[in-house]
């Protein structure tokens, strides 16, 4: 009995030391990447919106041990973004926290986003931002067990580690980006043929941030690489619109790809004269992130309000102890213009 759980918290401890590697290298992040603009790149700061708030929050691996949980919350808004306006701006503040593990390892991020729109000809547009604030890291030391506090056959508290660990450090953290959207057409079901893409190119880091609860350490976070692209297209003279979308991040000697499609369709139109009835549309859809996990994801939207809510489902070889559960999360969004408003007359 006791060598069988001996193997069990050998096996959890390798778990976890794996997964503390890959976030350390990666970073925090959101299945539902097309719900966290600003954290993909901020060239997508209020782009083709006036005003977007974004709610997120995911919870992870709790079959596991204690769960690793990340929030997150941002702002972005348009600056005299008008009709016929072809260049403005976009300003936009996001909010993230990560907690992760029984020592309760914590990631706090506060980022400013600026970002200029250009009209480059009909219906596209080219964008360009830079993002910039301060994070900080924090533990629970005194939830953390060393070796140096095993008397010989038991653990024992009152042994000092002889550790050092500071509460918690700050630093400073920035990105930029390139984004190109295009959008055309209409998305009313009587005609439904509109097209929307955007693809886009952003580094964030630049290796910058001392990422080490040591004062003298020289580990950094790595500079992190994401390209991303996404089509809506409308099938005309229906309800259904597909939305395929790529994403892929390189940090360090680590990578992840994502790819996969949503499906919505459009169950309720405005009404064009009177606004008395609003729009509505139901999304489903699933993506595969390479050798890691499935993600499905449902979503539903009211007017200018959605709601999101995806799992993912591990599949990597973390399996044997996740038993194939990974994590639940939850995204609320609110954006101006409505999101059924028609593409022509915002590109």
């Not at 547009?125 to 030391?141: D, H, P, Y």
């Not at 880091?205 to 976070?221: A, C, D, M, R, V």
Request: glycine share 10%; aromatic share 10%.
């Amino acid at each position: 009995m006791k060598k069988k759980l001996h193997i069990k918290q050998i096996v959890i401890l390798a778990f976890a030391i794996s997964l503390q590697a890959k976030l350390n290298a990666q970073d925090f992040h959101f299945s539902q990447f097309r719900e966290t603009p600003m954290l993909i790149n901020p060239a997508q700061t209020a782009l083709n919106k006036d005003v977007r708030i974004i709610v997120n929050y995911k919870d992870q691996w709790r079959s596991v041990a204690a769960p690793f949980k990340t929030y997150a919350i941002s702002g972005e808004f348009a600056v005299n973004h008008k009709r016929g306006k072809d260049n403005y701006l976009g300003i936009g503040l996001q909010i993230v926290r990560d907690q992760a593990g029984d020592a309760k390892i914590g990631t706090t991020l506060g980022m400013l986003s600026i970002n200029g729109v250009l009209k480059m000809a009909e219906f596209n547009k080219l964008s360009v931002g830079i993002i910039g604030g301060i994070g900080q890291r924090s533990i629970n030391a005194s939830a953390l067990q060393w070796g140096s506090q095993y008397d010989g056959a038991n653990f024992n508290s009152a042994i000092a580690s002889g550790e050092d660990i500071p509460k918690a450090f700050v630093y400073p953290d920035f990105g930029a980006g390139i984004a190109w959207s295009y959008g055309k057409g209409e998305k009313y079901i009587s005609a439904n043929d509109g097209v929307k893409a955007t693809v886009g190119l952003s580094a964030f880091h630049f290796g910058i941030p001392s990422y080490s609860y040591y004062l003298n350490s020289t580990e950094k976070l790595n500079t992190k690489i994401i390209g991303h692209a996404s089509v809506s297209i409308g099938i005309a003279n229906s309800n259904l619109l597909i939305i395929p979308e790529l994403i892929f991040v390189k940090q360090g000697s680590l990578q992840e790809i994502s790819m996969g499609s949503m499906f919505k369709f459009i169950t309720q139109e405005e009404s064009k004269y009177t606004k008395n009835k609003k729009p509505s549309a139901y999304s489903i859809g699933a993506h595969y992130r390479i050798g890691d996990a499935m993600i499905f994801t449902g979503m539903y939207e009211y007017s200018n309000y959605a709601i999101g809510i995806s799992y993912d489902v591990n599949l990597s070889k973390l399996t044997s102890v996740s038993k194939s559960r990974g994590g639940l999360e939850i995204s609320l969004r609110f954006v101006t213009p409505s999101q059924f408003s028609s593409t022509r007359s915002r590109i």
